[in-house]
């Protein structure tokens, strides 16, 4: 079943979002030639219907790479708003999206893993999208 909602997907890295927006559902092979994790993901990924912005604006980072004109932060600002709005924010270790949801009203927010390195952040056990999670949350 298609969902015909769009979902935007947006990350630090333009090489995932390329991926999972443009090239993971589209594969010449059979799943019998899938590895079990691509597998998966094309399962999960079809029935969605993945949006992004433009590709071909880098995504600079506001912290690490200062001193830019400002139109070269355009693309960080796109991402930024629009997840600043959205009704529900799933992020990642690498708090790409943490300042769009601090800014952000959403009561709606997922981390999809755990961070096991580095700044350990409290994260409550039932924000997690764990396989449990999700079979509660169908």
Not at 9 to 29: G, P
Not at 70 to 85: E, G, K, R, S
């Amino acid at each position: 079943k298609q969902i015909n909602e769009p979902i935007y997907f947006f990350a630090d890295s333009t090489d995932l979002v390329d991926y999972m927006v443009h090239n993971a559902t589209k594969t010449t092979s059979t799943k019998q030639q899938l590895s079990k994790a691509e597998a998966n993901a094309m399962n999960v990924l079809k029935p969605l219907r993945l949006i992004t912005r433009d590709l071909s604006m880098e995504n600079t980072h506001i912290d690490k790479q200062k001193g830019r004109d400002p139109d070269a932060y355009y693309a960080t600002f796109i991402d930024l708003i629009l997840a600043a709005q959205a009704r529900c924010v799933t992020h990642g270790i690498g708090n790409y999206a943490r300042f769009a949801i601090k800014l952000s009203s959403t009561k709606c927010v997922l981390q999809h893993r755990a961070e096991l390195w580095g700044e350990q952040h409290v994260v409550d056990p039932d924000k997690m999208c764990t396989d449990q999670y999700l079979t509660n949350h169908e």
